[in-house]
């Protein structure tokens, strides 16, 4: 009776998922999957989201070599509500390109932030619409300012797309590139 009562009654994100992380560490997975990548892992709760990324994490070593910047942002700029930052982790030869690695509404897209100056002196941009359906009352449905987006448009171009649009790659325009176009895989970053 008491075990019904608390599967029953705690939400999921208490008895569930100390369960199902519980019931990982003998191979069974629920609610999460592993990421993982250079010796590095981490968990995600979307199969489509992990593949996405075990997809694009290759494609981002092979163009910004160790050393070069890279920020991680929402799908659009002008809404900053979260932040994938576990790509950080994931990629630890890579300098964060930003000083908003939580992307907080309110700040990171106000206006005269530095976000779009951290996207001009990256050399790759990640962004993640994972989350773009987030909803609350809160400062998060507020639209920002879209120079950071402006800046994407002008100085960098796409190499890719993964997940269906889930994620998008960009690198820094180079010689050649398309600035807001496509530009091809094997140029690494400027």
């Known amino acids: 009776m008491i075990v019904a009562v608390l599967v029953v009654a705690i939400p999921t994100f208490t008895l569930r998922r100390y369960a199902d992380f519980a019931v990982q560490s003998f191979g069974y997975h629920r609610l999460s999957y592993e990421i993982s990548y250079g010796g590095r892992d981490f968990y995600y709760g979307r199969k489509d989201v992990v593949r996405a990324v075990e997809e694009m994490l290759p494609v981002i070593q092979e163009i910004a070599p160790p050393g070069s910047r890279m920020l991680v942002g929402t799908g659009d700029l002008r809404k900053t509500p979260y932040s994938d930052a576990f790509l950080y982790y994931m990629l630890p030869d890579l300098v964060p390109g930003t000083y908003y690695i939580e992307m907080d509404p309110g700040v990171a897209n106000r206006k005269g ?76 970053a400027p």
Do not use: H
Not at 119 to 136: I, Q
Not at 156 to 182: H, I, Q, S, T, W
């Open 113 to 188: 932030s530095r976000l779009a100056d951290d996207v001009a002196s990256s050399d790759v941009v990640v962004l993640s619409t994972v989350w773009d359906d987030w909803d609350e009352p809160n400062d998060s449905r507020i639209v920002g300012s879209d120079e950071p987006n402006q800046v994407l448009r002008e100085q960098f171009c796409l190499v890719d797309e993964y997940g269906e649009g889930l994620y998008r790659l960009y690198r820094k325009a180079g010689a050649g590139d398309e600035a807001g176009g496509r530009c091809p895989v094997s140029s690494p």
